[in-house]
């Protein structure tokens, strides 16, 4: 896939190379361009993320295909649990190059679900209210009830503003209570809610742990959704 915005590529190519397992990030990458898993600390030192990242852009079409082969990835290797978090890194920041990576979160999604489900036949127009009607402080004394604030935030930030996955310091900047009601006003039906919220699991490092936080927010929300629900799965496939 080619390159489209260089500037981006670039802050994504600073992140990995300054991350703190920034060594198993570019094992990883180096084994994704030759298919070999390289041991060398010092030859790891070496190398420069720019042009491996590069190639793995050029080389896998989608985040999806990316995500494939990072897990597939993760098969060929001794202690696998090791290095899934590094996979998720790799998927979470690379796939801020693919277009359909931010569709996911974009604002767009809604209107593309409605695209693909449209009758052929125009139908009536049926008037309804664009908000849900909740009390923003008595729904956040219940997430903290239910699940882990800080883990919400986390989830609802990057769904929301996946521009600023890559910077986790700008999540300071938002308020819990600001981003359910946006989170809310955005994604009124609670289908999508799972959907999205289950992708940012599987994103994040802790997949357990944001499971759970997940499903406590979405047992905060049955009240303000009023419909029946279902846990948060944890599938990585």
Known sequence: MNIINRDIFDQIVAYLEHHDDSLKIKKMLYCLCTGRWERNKDFLDSINC???AEYVVKEIDTHEQLKEKLFALLKSVNKPQEYVSIAKIIYSALGQIYPDFHRLYSNDL?????????PSEPVPEVKKSTAIEFDAFELRQKVMSYSNPLRVKTMLHMILHPEEFLDPRKINQHLLDALLTEFINKYPRIQEVEELLSEAVE???DVEEYGKAATGLIQSLMTVYSVSTKPVGM???
Not at 110 to 118: D, F, I, N, S, Y
């Open 235 to 237: 599938a990585l496939a």
């Open 110 to 118: 809604g209107a593309q679900q409605l695209r693909a489900t449209q």
């Open 50 to 52: 720019y042009h491996f």
């Open 203 to 205: 994103l994040l490092d």
